[in-house]
């Protein structure tokens, strides 16, 4: 808590609607974010039961510098994943952190099952339970609308919700923030689902005081500048993400009709420079971040003659184009945007939603799948028939789809053909098919995600690559970054604050925390992820590489597979050997 | 020597323009980069004919190069 | 020569509130966004653009006009000052800004009034928003 030395904890009990607050000095240290919502997972969680199960718990973390410091922007959930069945944190950003920091919290843990369709409406001054079973089956923009038009202050709220998706327990669902911002990856909105939660609103006018005036208004200025003022991070703003395309595609990465190839014929017709030329209408922000990073496009349709047009406003960035573009042979900008919106409405996550449905084109040229079971004729390329297939998925329309909604390492132990799906860790990969220390960083990252420790950045910095050296990088990088998603920046932020930087930020709200304190709740936070791992059952050693990801160049020509998995070998023992080192420690 | 650059938008920032570049015979790709007044730091890959190049290549009288960023992401 | 807080280009604003968290810092100590005197909020309606409702300055401030007690007095150039010592907690400063830029701090029962100082217009970082010489 701002100007306290505790975390601030809300219980919500869905199955009594019973509501508690604690004060948690023993997490303060851990900063908030990914630190406080790793450890607040590991009490709540039942590593005896599934998922899915009623008393598994849902975490939220803000931290102690969110909304407060330029592009503090996001807010952390903790979850088990029944996508991979361990470790689940995803982050979204929009209003979501500055109104849990206005209705007065760090953290929020959410328990039990509601006995019908609830959404949750959390002020600074009440909790309550509403009934949501009119709201059940809508998407998510409808949902939306009805609870915008019925909670909290215009403008100070957010508003988290799942789709159809997610009321399916579709393993791969998302929950939708606001407007254009997702917790994505890993299923969060088949765990809301689970729970019979469709949406919750939060909002509040909680007093802060600043504590120290002069201090914090001169470095929140200083730190204003840097983020405005130097290019740091304009690139974020101008092409946005999307740049990646060209770039890619120009250093063979970039990953095309499921992998069979990495370049697109097309990608000059989805790139970021397309999009930006053709489509882009506006950019927006999450609260506290002067960046402006969310970049939205526009394209009509027809729906009917005589000129009946309809206008969609969508939000695109590198991951939905390659994901829902180059993986499913998209050939334009407006129909990978018909695409995004698709997903969008039914709340899944567009990765793994992408390379599902690459793996079932693939799948069904291959005739390991039948017209019978994918119900359209799946055609790289062919929009139409991939728009009818989200809905499937969504829908769980029959076996088949019910299945792949189970994530791909479920479909393949069914049908198999799992030789060409591209998962990492259990999570459908990211758009980046840059080489060993992307393909190792994904499958051991705490939460299975290129930013746990960016390997794609060390695969193309490298000079030449060196074994130790991906290894190296790759656990630094990620303890690192559970430090950053702590506070809780932003990653587009990470070359901005820097630890000098961050030190300077928390010394201005009387937070006189030193490097090594970082240091060290960065190392807590990275060993309570693996910790939790291991009591959920999850060994990197059973860890196995999609065979794909070595027939298709990246930018170090063709990877070999058994240096990828004499990589992987050598992560695990330095792991161990740090594990043994730290808990000796402790 | 007479190379052809095609630099992508990224660089407008820095003014830097696609097109022909005159360069004293056995320039490197680093010489380019310094002519262009392109932070080295900035630029990801200079590619020619689909290959990846080194600071430390030389170049050649009519190579074709393309310069592009770092891909990024979070 | 005095200036007044000016929206100029609305349509480039991107929704960071850092106006909103900034005012609220400077001008009234808290990290609490209901605490600025400038609010950014969408229009509502097809577009849902964002619109900024700020203090446009009046030479003759209804505003203070309508308090009872002179705890708002017209600024010189334009807009009011505020002065908490005199201020009741009537609230009826607020009915009486047309643009409905006034609105009631809560917990200390004041209203939040915008004193022209600029430094929202220093942290937008798409200048949709500037200090006019008046």
């Known amino acids: 808590m701002l100007g306290k030395d505790y975390i601030r904890v809300l219980h919500i009990n869905l199955t009594d609607e019973k509501v508690s607050v604690e004060e948690r000095k023993d997490l303060f240290h851990l900063l908030g974010g990914t630190g406080v919502a790793s450890k607040l997972l590991e009490e709540n969680m039942r590593p005896d039961l599934p998922p899915l199960h009623e008393d598994q718990p849902i975490i939220f973390a803000i931290g102690p510098l969110s909304t407060i410091f330029p592009v503090a922007t996001k807010t952390v959930a903790t979850f088990i994943s029944p996508l991979t069945g361990e470790y689940g944190e995803s982050h979204a950003g929009g209003r979501s952190a500055m109104a849990i920091r206005n209705a007065g919290y760090d953290a929020i843990v959410i328990t039990g099952r509601a006995n019908k369709p609830t959404y949750l409406s959390i002020t600074d001054h009440s909790v309550e339970f509403k009934d949501a079973r009119g709201l059940w089956g809508l998407d998510v923009e409808e949902t939306g609308r009805i609870i915008r038009e019925r909670e909290g202050i215009p403008g100070k709220r957010s508003i988290m919700r799942i789709g159809v998706s997610g009321e399916n327990l579709v393993s791969f669902a998302g929950v939708n923030v606001d407007t254009y911002r997702h917790f994505g990856r890993l299923g969060l909105g088949a765990v809301f689902g689970s729970k019979q939660l469709k949406a919750i609103a939060i909002t509040g006018e909680t007093d802060i005081p600043v504590t120290d005036f002069k201090s914090y208004y001169s470095t929140f200025r200083w730190l204003y500048k840097k983020v405005v003022e130097t290019d740091l991070m304009s690139k974020y703003h101008e092409i946005g993400t999307p740049i990646n395309i060209k770039v890619l595609n120009a250093i063979s990465s970039l990953p095309t009709k499921n992998l069979q190839q990495s370049t697109f014929e097309h990608a000059d017709d989805i790139s970021g420079e397309t999009f930006a030329q053709d489509t882009l209408v506006r950019k927006v922000s999450c609260v506290g971040c002067p960046i402006g990073c969310i970049h939205v496009g526009q394209f009509r349709r027809l729906f009917d003659k005589g000129y009946e047009y309809e206008s969609l406003a969508v939000s695109y960035d590198h991951e939905l184009i390659y994901s829902l573009g180059s993986l499913l042979g998209t050939p334009t900008a407006s129909e990978v945007l018909e695409l995004i919106d698709e997903v969008e409405e039914t709340g899944l996550d567009a990765m793994s939603t992408g390379v599902a449905l690459a793996w079932a084109t693939e799948a069904l040229e291959k005739d390991i799948l039948s017209i019978e079971q994918t119900l359209v004729p799946l055609a790289f390329g062919n929009t139409e028939n991939y728009k009818k297939a989200i809905h499937y998925i969504a829908e769980r329309t029959n076996d088949f789809y019910r299945t792949l909604g189970e994530g791909l390492t479920h479909a393949t132990e069914a049908y198999g053909g799992k030789e060409f799906a591209l998962v990492y860790g259990g999570n459908e990969m990211a758009g980046y098919h840059t080489g060993y220390a992307f393909a190792l960083g994904q499958t051991v990252g705490g939460r299975h995600s290129h930013l746990c420790n960016a390997g794609y950045q060390y695969d193309q910095s490298a000079k030449e690559l060196n074994d130790e050296e991906i290894v190296d990088y790759l656990i630094k990088e990620e303890k690192e970054r559970c430090m950053l998603t702590s506070l809780v920046i932003c990653l587009f932020a990470r070359k901005v604050y820097d630890r000098e930087t961050v030190l300077k930020a928390l010394n201005a709200i009387d937070m006189p925390f030193t490097d090594e304190d970082l240091d060290k709740m960065a190392e807590e936070t990275f060993f309570t992820r693996l910790r939790i791992k291991q009591k959920l059952g999850y060994s990197l050693e059973n860890e196995k590489f999609p065979k794909r990801a070595f027939e298709t160049p990246t930018r170090w020509g063709k990877m070999d597979e058994e240096r990828m998995n004499k990589l992987l070998h050598m992560y695990v023992e330095r792991l161990k050997a740090e594990y043994d080192r730290y808990s000796t420690a402790q | 020597m007479t190379v052809t650059v095609q630099l992508n938008d990224y660089f407008s920032r820095y003014g830097a323009q696609s097109g022909k570049v005159s360069l004293p015979d056995g320039a490197t790709v680093a010489d380019l980069l310094s002519y262009l007044k392109v932070p080295p730091s900035e630029v990801g890959f200079v590619i020619k004919t689909g290959q990846v190049l080194k600071e430390t290549d030389k170049l050649d009288d009519g190579d074709n190069l393309l310069i592009l960023p770092f891909a990024m992401g979070g | ?134």
Do not use: W, Y
């Open chain 3, 1 to 134: 020569m005095p200036k007044i807080l000016k929206v100029k280009n609305i349509n480039k604003c991107i929704g960071c509130f850092e106006c909103m968290i900034g005012c609220a810092s400077l001008n009234f100590h808290s990290h609490t966004l209901t605490k600025s005197a400038i609010r950014v909020k969408t229009k509502g309606g097809l577009q849902s653009k964002f619109a900024a409702v700020i203090c446009v300055g009046c030479t003759e401030p209804a505003c203070a006009e309508a308090c009872p007690t002179e705890a708002l007095v017209p600024r010189q150039g334009g807009g009011v000052v505020f002065d908490g010592k005199k201020c009741i907690g009537c609230e009826r400063c607020v009915p009486a800004c047309i643009v409905g830029a006034i609105a009631m701090d809560k917990q200390l029962r004041k209203p939040i009034i915008c004193k022209q100082c600029g430094a929202c217009a220093q942290l937008c970082p798409h200048e949709c928003l500037a200090m006019e010489e008046v």
